[in-house]
């Protein structure tokens, strides 16, 4: 497992390389932590691993993991679950959404309930 740091993440997302970037908090906490073009996939699932290859097509994809913050230790938790699942490169942004925040960029916005 690598660190990633904001700069980095930037530099994929320009450069539009080929990843996947999964947020790995429960969808209740992703909906306020989403980093636009994440999917959820909570590490505390018991098919994280399966979940995220299915997502991302083969292990063989590179696989960036996030959670809320560097306090927060759901990424390191699912960086360590995927490299014993024999994911070949995974990057573990431990900032999170705090950083990525900090750093002047916008999460997404959640779509709001219809009301009626």
Same mark, same amino acid.
């Given at each position: 497992? #690598? $660190?990633?740091?904001?700069?980095?993440?930037?530099?994929?997302?320009?450069?539009? !390389?080929?990843?996947?970037? +999964?947020?790995?908090?429960?969808?209740? &906490?992703?909906? #306020?932590?989403?980093?636009? %073009? $994440?999917?959820? /996939?909570?590490?505390? &699932?018991? !098919?994280?691993? &399966?979940? +995220?290859?299915?997502?991302? %097509?083969?292990? !063989?994809?590179? /696989?960036?993991?996030?959670?809320? $913050?560097? #306090?927060?230790? $759901?990424?390191?938790?699912?960086?360590?679950?995927?490299?014993? *699942?024999?994911?070949?490169? +995974?990057? &573990?942004? @431990?900032? %999170?959404?705090?950083?990525?925040?900090?750093?002047?960029?916008?999460? *997404?916005?959640? @779509? @709001? +309930?219809?009301?009626?």
């Amino acid at each position: 497992m #690598q $660190s990633l740091e904001t700069t980095q993440l930037e530099r994929m997302i320009d450069n539009n !390389d080929d990843f996947l970037l +999964v947020n790995t908090l429960s969808a209740e &906490d992703f909906a #306020q932590t989403e980093i636009p %073009g $994440s999917v959820n /996939i909570p590490q505390n &699932d018991a !098919d994280f691993a &399966d979940n +995220v290859e299915s997502t991302a %097509g083969g292990k !063989d994809k590179p /696989i960036v993991v996030y959670c809320a $913050s560097q #306090q927060c230790q $759901s990424s390191t938790k699912a960086a360590e679950k995927l490299e014993r *699942a024999g994911f070949e490169t +995974v990057y &573990d942004y @431990e900032g %999170g959404a705090k950083a990525w925040t900090e750093s002047g960029h916008v999460l *997404a916005v959640p @779509e @709001e +309930v219809e009301r009626t």
